[in-house]
């Protein structure tokens, strides 16, 4: 199906069952959009048959056929902060992602997410992410520009055959040994957007080095082994030093579709990636061109404090 304003059309199929009309089966397939807004969708012609035709609200629908339809938001919030594109080649794109921005459509983002923005700045239509990081997360995304290379680039992430580096801020901790090579069990936690750790054989490894220090936060370095969800977050906070700016660890402050404090990113950026390129075999190396900004001038008091427990 054709792409649409940089949206790629999502698939339904229909089950065995009994509905009068489409529109009755999509408002209860997918009920978390309202009716109303699918009998909109049908009326502009954002759902579509399998030969390409506009599909009716009201026409008859059966087991096995498949639909089609386009992602919309309504009132969608505009983010602060727009992508960069750093390199593009026949084979890879590379980006710089903001803060706040979901790599693909997610909630309440579909026209400001990573892919669909690319999409329309670029005209790929194939263009499809070849690793992810948090929405919350700022820095380097890989993207595939064509169809039959995707497994070998993920293939990578699969191997770890790829390195990524991570720089976070968080507060300054003597006492803890770095560098450090941090392990332990990573599964999913409550709620369901949560990881957690639990006794076990581990699955997730960090290497941890601590790259500069004011006294009271630092700037460290990360460089995850593996590729859980929330790996780093959870591996900071489980250190003592949580990652500033973090809503879900070591405590959920803020759920996962409350309003943005766009004051308040993550303080967490995927900094560096290098590679052996699988199908060029070129030395790939990117460099985020963002930063994070963590020095802050101290106040004579907090000097004081500083100097006296360092």
């Keep these: 199906m054709p792409v649409r304003a940089g949206v790629s059309a999502s698939v339904v199929a229909v089950p065995a069952g009994h509905w009068p009309h489409l529109l009755d089966f999509l408002a209860q397939r997918m009920p978390g959009i309202p009716r109303s807004e699918w009998a909109q ?127 976070a801020v968080a507060t300054h901790a003597p006492h803890l040994d770095l560098p450090r090579v941090y392990t332990s069990r990573l599964v999913p936690g409550a709620p369901f957007f949560r990881t957690q750790e639990v006794s076990g054989q581990a699955n997730s490894e960090t290497r941890i080095a601590l790259l500069d220090t004011d006294g009271l936060r630092a700037l460290y370095q990360l460089e995850p082994v593996s590729g859980k969800r929330h790996q780093l977050r959870v591996h900071m906070a489980a250190l003592g030093v949580p990652i500033e700016g973090d809503p879900f660890y070591p405590t959920l402050t803020r759920g996962q579709d409350a309003p943005e404090d766009f004051s308040q990113p993550l303080q967490l950026l995927a900094q560096a990636i290098r590679f052996t390129d699988p199908v060029t075999g070129q030395h790939r190396q990117w460099t985020s061109a963002l930063k994070l900004s963590w020095r802050q001038v101290l106040s004579t008091e907090a000097k004081h404090n500083v100097t006296r427990t360092t």
């Design 41 to 167: 969708r049908l009326a502009q012609g954002l759902v579509l048959q399998e030969n390409g035709q506009s599909a009716q609200a009201d026409q008859v629908c059966h087991a096995g056929q498949r639909f089609f339809y386009y992602r919309n938001v309504v009132d969608e919030p505009r983010l602060p902060t727009q992508a960069t594109v750093l390199f593009e080649d026949d084979h890879l794109l590379v980006a710089d992602k903001p803060h706040f921005m979901p790599v693909t459509p997610s909630g309440p983002y579909v026209q400001q997410c990573l892919l669909v923005q690319l999409k329309r700045l670029t005209g790929h239509a194939d263009l499809v992410p070849l690793h992810r990081i948090d929405r919350e997360t700022a820095g380097l995304v890989l993207l595939g520009k064509q169809l039959h290379e995707r497994d070998a680039y993920h293939a990578l992430f699969r191997e770890h055959r790829i390195h990524k580096t991570y720089h």
